[in-house]
């Protein structure tokens, strides 16, 4: 809000310049009646829209054009009362503002001192180096944000009363086969029993001047992945697989996955991972194609383009399926027992949580909660299939991705307008729906300023456990991975049944630098504002409280970051 001061001037009938009068910000174009005035001589002076009593009522009759002339014409008892008058008004005003009677008139400063009690982790995508303390560190005395709190934990009340966690009705393979007839008729029901990964042999009909990724949407759509795609197509002919005058070739599926979440260290696992000699990725970091390019989705607000279909998905596992093959073609035991260690891994943080599309696909249930997710049909494909999940404490996971994805105007202040906005949209939702229908709301997700959803983790992986075993799964910590990487490192070694290492590759891998970290220009920021904090805190604490229950580990509290 702010301050305005409004003035009045009612002219006297035989004024000639009716356009002198003014009321409420500016000249008026014809005589007009204040409605403040009431019809009399007089100047109204309005502090928030209230009259100020304490200033004099002066009649002032203006003679033709003259101003400061018709002033001097005055009596002299009248100048003296519009002076003492505009004297008394400076004096009410100045005391407003240095008493900060009302809260409109106080300025916060752009320059902030002093330390507040909880500094945030600023980890960006797994970055030990940032956990250091941090020392941009803002004033907790910005009143008009801390006077907010009280109408913004009515809100979070709100919706915590309202939180429920409900077991989802699983759909019948039957009906998953009717939204992806083609998928269905590309995947086999049963893969090679002599490879770690899921990998078949499908015929390959073109001819040997045939380029089979001419029609790749990965490819069409993005310049940065035409090199790597120029190096498989070189390599594409000497590895088919010859058999009665037709040509095969292997095709292979992940046989893990890195399913999330989104600004939580996904990227540093990633490129330590992919040190090892047993893993194979996809040759794009995050396709993204289970949650966003097999519905035709690159950008959602750019709509919807042509579906990518599960073959340009298997094309980016072809340098791995190339090495798979020399394995299964070869004629030493030693050399296929080497070749066949090899396990595909596939690391979009998008597979957890995005559920966006499905509005635009599935026929929508009377309840509002989508009757497919991603994970229906991954595990109708792979009910073997191993997922690694990395975690951050939801509400320093909502600021990286706030400073990550804002484009401009990015500061604490405008983050805290933000988050208000975005549990505001999120309790009207859970008034009228489920827990699980506001989460998977794409027109929801769309509207909150901040992606507030993806740190509800505990909805997910509910959802992904009605699928999977929990054995399937490996949670881990970002705060845990960057205090000590070597040990993370070694669980996912020992959970995906990879090799040792020599003392070079783990040094390689565990000492060298993060990835992802936050850019400079963002750690000028510093961390949000404390109020904030708690504001976040409030509303992820059930959430947190019902992950630590179903994972049996406190940690998942996040008490301690």
């Given at each position: ?22 009321c409420r910000g500016g000249p008026h174009h014809g005589h007009q009646e204040c409605p403040a005035c009431k019809g009399e001589n007089r100047i109204v002076f309005r502090v928030d829209g209230k009259q100020m009593n304490l200033l004099a009522v002066l009649e002032v009759r203006a003679e033709g054009n003259e101003s400061w002339g018709g002033f001097l014409r005055f009596k002299k008892g009248k100048r003296c009362s519009l002076v003492f ?477």
């Open positions: 809000m702010r301050h305005c001061i409004n003035c009045c001037i009612q002219l006297s009938p035989d004024d000639t310049h009716p356009q002198q009068a003014g008058g505009l004297i008394i008004m400076t004096l009410v005003m100045a005391s407003y503002i240095l008493s900060g009677v009302h809260q409109e008139l106080l300025l916060s400063s752009p320059f902030h001192y002093g330390a507040f009690p909880s500094n945030p982790s600023l980890m960006d995508g797994g970055n030990p180096s940032d956990v250091k303390e941090h020392h941009h560190q803002p004033s907790i005395n910005n009143i008009s944000l801390v006077k907010d709190y009280p109408s913004i934990k009515l809100i979070i009340n709100s919706i915590t009363a309202r939180i429920e966690f409900t077991t989802r009705q699983l759909p019948d393979v039957e009906d998953l086969k009717k939204q992806e007839l083609h998928m269905f008729s590309v995947i086999p029901s049963k893969f090679l029993p002599n490879s770690k990964s899921p990998c078949w042999y499908e015929e390959f009909t073109g001819r040997n001047t045939t380029d089979p990724y001419l029609t790749n949407s990965y490819v069409l759509y993005s310049k940065r992945f035409r090199s790597t795609f120029d190096a498989l197509r070189k390599a594409f002919w000497g590895h088919l697989s010859h058999a009665n005058g037709k040509h095969f070739r292997l095709r292979c599926l992940p046989h893990f996955y890195i399913i999330g979440q989104p600004k939580c260290g996904t990227t540093d696992l990633y490129d330590r991972l992919r040190l090892h000699p047993e893993v194979k990725f996809s040759a794009i970091k995050e396709p993204h194609w289970w949650t966003r390019k097999r519905f035709g989705i690159v950008r959602l607000r750019d709509g919807l383009r042509d579906r990518y279909p599960v073959e340009d998905y298997l094309d980016l596992f072809d340098l791995a399926a190339h090495q798979i093959h020399q394995g299964l073609q070869a004629s030493s035991t030693k050399e296929q027992s080497k070749i066949n260690r090899i396990i595909i891994g596939e690391a979009s943080a998008s597979t957890m949580w995005d559920n966006n599309a499905w509005m635009f696909f599935y026929d929508n249930s009377t309840d509002g909660e989508p009757p497919f997710l991603t994970q229906d049909f991954i595990h109708a494909f792979q009910p073997d299939a191993k997922l690694i999940v990395m975690l951050r404490d939801p509400v320093e996971r909502l600021y990286s991705d706030y400073l990550y994805f804002a484009s401009s105007n990015k500061s604490a202040d405008d983050f805290h307008e933000k988050v208000t906005e975005a549990l505001q949209l999120f309790e009207n939702c859970m008034l009228d729906y489920s827990l699980r229908a506001c989460v998977y709301n794409n027109t929801l997700n769309n509207a909150m300023p901040v992606r507030l959803q993806v740190g509800l983790y505990a909805v997910y992986l509910l959802d992904w456990l009605t699928v999977f075993n929990k054995e399937q799964f490996l949670i881990l910590r970002l705060e845990d991975h960057a205090s000590n990487v070597k040990y993370t490192m070694h669980r996912v070694f020992q959970f995906l049944n990879l090799g040792p290492l020599s003392e070079k590759q783990e040094a390689l891998m565990t000492k060298s630098p993060a990835s992802n970290a936050r850019r400079p220009e963002d750690r000028n920021l510093g961390p949000m504002w404390p109020v904030t904090q708690r504001i976040l805190q409030d509303f992820y604490g059930p959430f947190n409280t019902q992950l630590a229950r179903v994972l049996a580990d406190e940690a998942f509290l996040w008490k301690k970051t």
